[in-house]
């Protein structure tokens, strides 16, 4: 083979996707988000798994999830709540996880799910399963804790100010990016510009909720439901946050920010957008659609 010859594309990852919701998803009409995870996860064959050690609500949000994706069609549906290190590393919850073919992970409070949870075997269970093609999905404290980095807790606003976010280690299904949710209901801009500005090789991704981002195994993300995914790339960026003290604002500049609607679709390793839902049968992208807009 020539030197210059380009290398081998690296073949498609079988890992499963990654359903990252912004919280109060609705549970009650269309149910896009969660009829789409219950698909991914094989519909009517699908074996569903769900943890609520995040919520306070003890066993009642298993249960009504586990209704919930009952009236989805969905027959196997099993609950585990692990509540302390102890039981996550127990092998009777271990193997609930053996044959899952979607893990639902609810809301409720991040930082106890991960104490809990990480680096225990069911982690490692989790991990596995996502590994061989199931679909995990979890909402609001859910979704933080599923990136490598995670939102431990921070303060809201639109500007962003030093010690406004708390940045910890998450549960690692998704690389290179650090969630936060319910961004555009409680007003989150500030802090997830806080978290890029001190983790600039991150992407920042704010769900809104009753939104989702379907993150595949090649990197491309995809939103889905009523509002908003926003995506904050730090990749140029400058700050001061390094020299800010006190709570003050921090200087942000260079950012790139990506507000998606439902449709459309980013590359999350090249950090760029790929294209979105057709404005008539012709376009089927974005050049079509900038050609178009340039002769009328």
């Given at each position: 083979?020539?030197?210059?010859?380009?290398?081998?594309?690296p073949?498609?990852?079988?890992?499963?996707?990654?359903?990252?919701?912004?919280?109060?998803?609705?549970?009650?009409?269309?149910?896009?988000?969660?009829?789409?995870?219950?698909?991914?996860?094989?519909?009517?064959?699908a074996?569903?798994?769900?943890?609520?050690?995040?919520?306070?609500?003890?066993?009642?949000?298993?249960?009504?999830?586990?209704?919930?994706?009952?009236?989805?069609?969905?027959?196997?549906?099993?609950?585990?709540?692990?509540?302390?290190?102890?039981?996550?590393?127990?092998?009777?919850?271990?193997?609930?996880?053996?044959?899952?073919?979607?893990?639902?992970?609810?809301?409720?409070?991040?930082?106890?799910?991960?104490?809990?949870?990480?680096?225990?075997?069911?982690?490692?269970?989790l991990?596995?399963?996502?590994?061989?093609?199931?679909?995990?999905?979890?909402?609001?404290?859910?979704?933080?804790?599923?990136?490598?980095?995670?939102?431990?807790?921070?303060?809201?606003?639109?500007?962003?100010?030093?010690?406004?976010?708390?940045?910890?280690?998450?549960?690692g299904?998704?690389?290179r990016?650090?969630v936060?949710?319910?961004?555009?209901?409680?007003?989150?801009?500030?802090?997830?510009?806080?978290?890029?500005?001190?983790?600039?090789?991150?992407?920042?991704?704010?769900?809104?909720?009753?939104?989702?981002?379907?993150?595949?195994?090649?990197?491309t993300?995809?939103?889905?439901?009523?509002?908003?995914?926003?995506?904050?790339?730090?990749?140029?960026?400058?700050?001061?946050?390094?020299?800010?003290?006190?709570?003050?604002?921090?200087?942000?500049?260079?950012?790139?920010?990506?507000?998606?609607?439902?449709?459309?679709?980013?590359?999350?390793?090249?950090?760029?957008?790929?294209?979105?839902?057709?404005?008539?049968?012709?376009?089927?992208?974005?050049?079509?659609?900038?050609?178009?807009?340039?002769?009328?």
């Open positions: 083979m020539a030197d210059d010859a380009p290398d081998p594309a073949p498609p990852s079988p890992a499963g996707p990654v359903v990252l919701i912004g919280g109060a998803e609705d549970k009650r009409r269309d149910r896009v988000i969660l009829s789409r995870f219950a698909e991914l996860a094989g519909g009517p064959d074996r569903i798994v769900v943890i609520s050690t995040a919520s306070t609500l003890g066993d009642r949000a298993a249960d009504a999830y586990r209704s919930l994706f009952g009236e989805l069609g969905v027959v196997k549906v099993e609950a585990i709540r692990p509540l302390t290190r102890e039981d996550a590393n127990d092998a009777d919850f271990v193997s609930v996880l053996s044959d899952a073919t979607g893990v639902f992970i609810t809301g409720g409070n991040q930082l106890r799910l991960v104490s809990v949870v990480a680096g225990t075997r069911l982690a490692d269970a991990h596995r399963a996502h590994d061989r093609g199931a679909a995990i999905a979890g909402t609001s404290a859910g979704a933080s804790a599923a990136a490598t980095h995670m939102v431990a807790f921070g303060r809201p606003g639109a500007t962003p100010k030093h010690r406004m976010v708390q940045i910890s280690a998450g549960l299904l998704v690389d990016v650090i936060d949710q319910h961004f555009e209901q409680r007003g989150r801009l500030g802090r997830l510009l806080a978290a890029v500005a001190l983790s600039p090789g991150l992407l920042g991704v704010g769900l809104d909720e009753d939104t989702a981002a379907l993150v595949w195994g090649d990197g993300l995809e939103v889905l439901g009523r509002g908003a995914v926003t995506l904050v790339d730090g990749s140029a960026m400058t700050s001061d946050a390094f020299r800010t003290k006190g709570h003050r604002p921090m200087m942000v500049s260079g950012a790139v920010l990506h507000s998606l609607p439902t449709g459309y679709r980013f590359d999350l390793r090249a950090k760029r957008l790929m294209g979105g839902p057709a404005e008539s049968p012709g376009e089927a992208g974005f050049p079509h659609l900038a050609q178009d807009r340039e002769a009328s």
